[in-house]
């Protein structure tokens, strides 16, 4: 991926720590110390709420309304009544749509403070840079609502674009198709290999139950258990 793109520290942070993209987005800059090296997760930031079974089939009917007004003439009298009618649709979607707020951790163990990489450390201070360079810019424009991660204005990030930017990214790099949330069990797995102990992974990871993580990532256990097997030939060899 190219170092340039707006989102590769919120794809190392999801990497090297093993942040759900809810945790990552929650990221305020007071939960980050870069002088200790550590990270509180204290927060999540999601879109909850509404009505849900009334946003269905304004879906539906927003999507058909689209379609229509593609489809009929420019300039004429249908195209304009069909506008009409996307706009009132709208305004009926703004009262029963979701809203983007800050969430408890999914459990009391997800509440946790983790120690970075140095790596990841110069990643997020070069990051804090570009971030005051980013908000100059904006002038008057900026918001300041304190997110490690933000558009350009400095407001939070939606999941849902940056989960699209994110596939973006893998498609430009010739990439094979994962999730977003791939980037979490990729760290679980790269600290498995590295002979990290489960229950750490468990504290980094934030999960309830140490069976949690070893159900979750127990295909990485058996080249573990021949790793570990041959260590032991080798030490009663001696």
Known sequence: MRAAHRLNRLVSV???????????????????????????????????????VARGPMRIGRRDLRKRILAAPKRSAERRELRHQLEALRARWRQVRTTLHVTEPKSVRSR????????????????????REVRLAAGAAWED??????????????????TRQFHELLIAADLPPVRFQDLRHTAATLLLAQGVDPRTIMETLGHSQISL???????VLPSLQEDAAAKMNAILLR
């Open 14 to 52: 999801a990497t090297a720590l093993g942040l759900r993209l809810g945790e990552a987005l929650g990221l305020q800059w007071a939960d980050v110390d870069l002088e200790t090296g550590t990270l509180r997760v204290r927060q999540a930031l999601e879109r909850s709420g509404g009505d849900s």
């Open 145 to 162: 609502s304190g997110f490690v991660f933000t558009s350009p204005i400095g407001t939070a990030l939606e999941q849902r674009n940056v």
């Open 213 to 219: 993580t070893m159900n979750t990532y127990s295909h």
């Open 112 to 131: 946790r403070t983790i120690r970075m990489p140095s790596l990841l450390m110069s990643a997020l201070k070069t990051h804090r840079t570009c971030q």
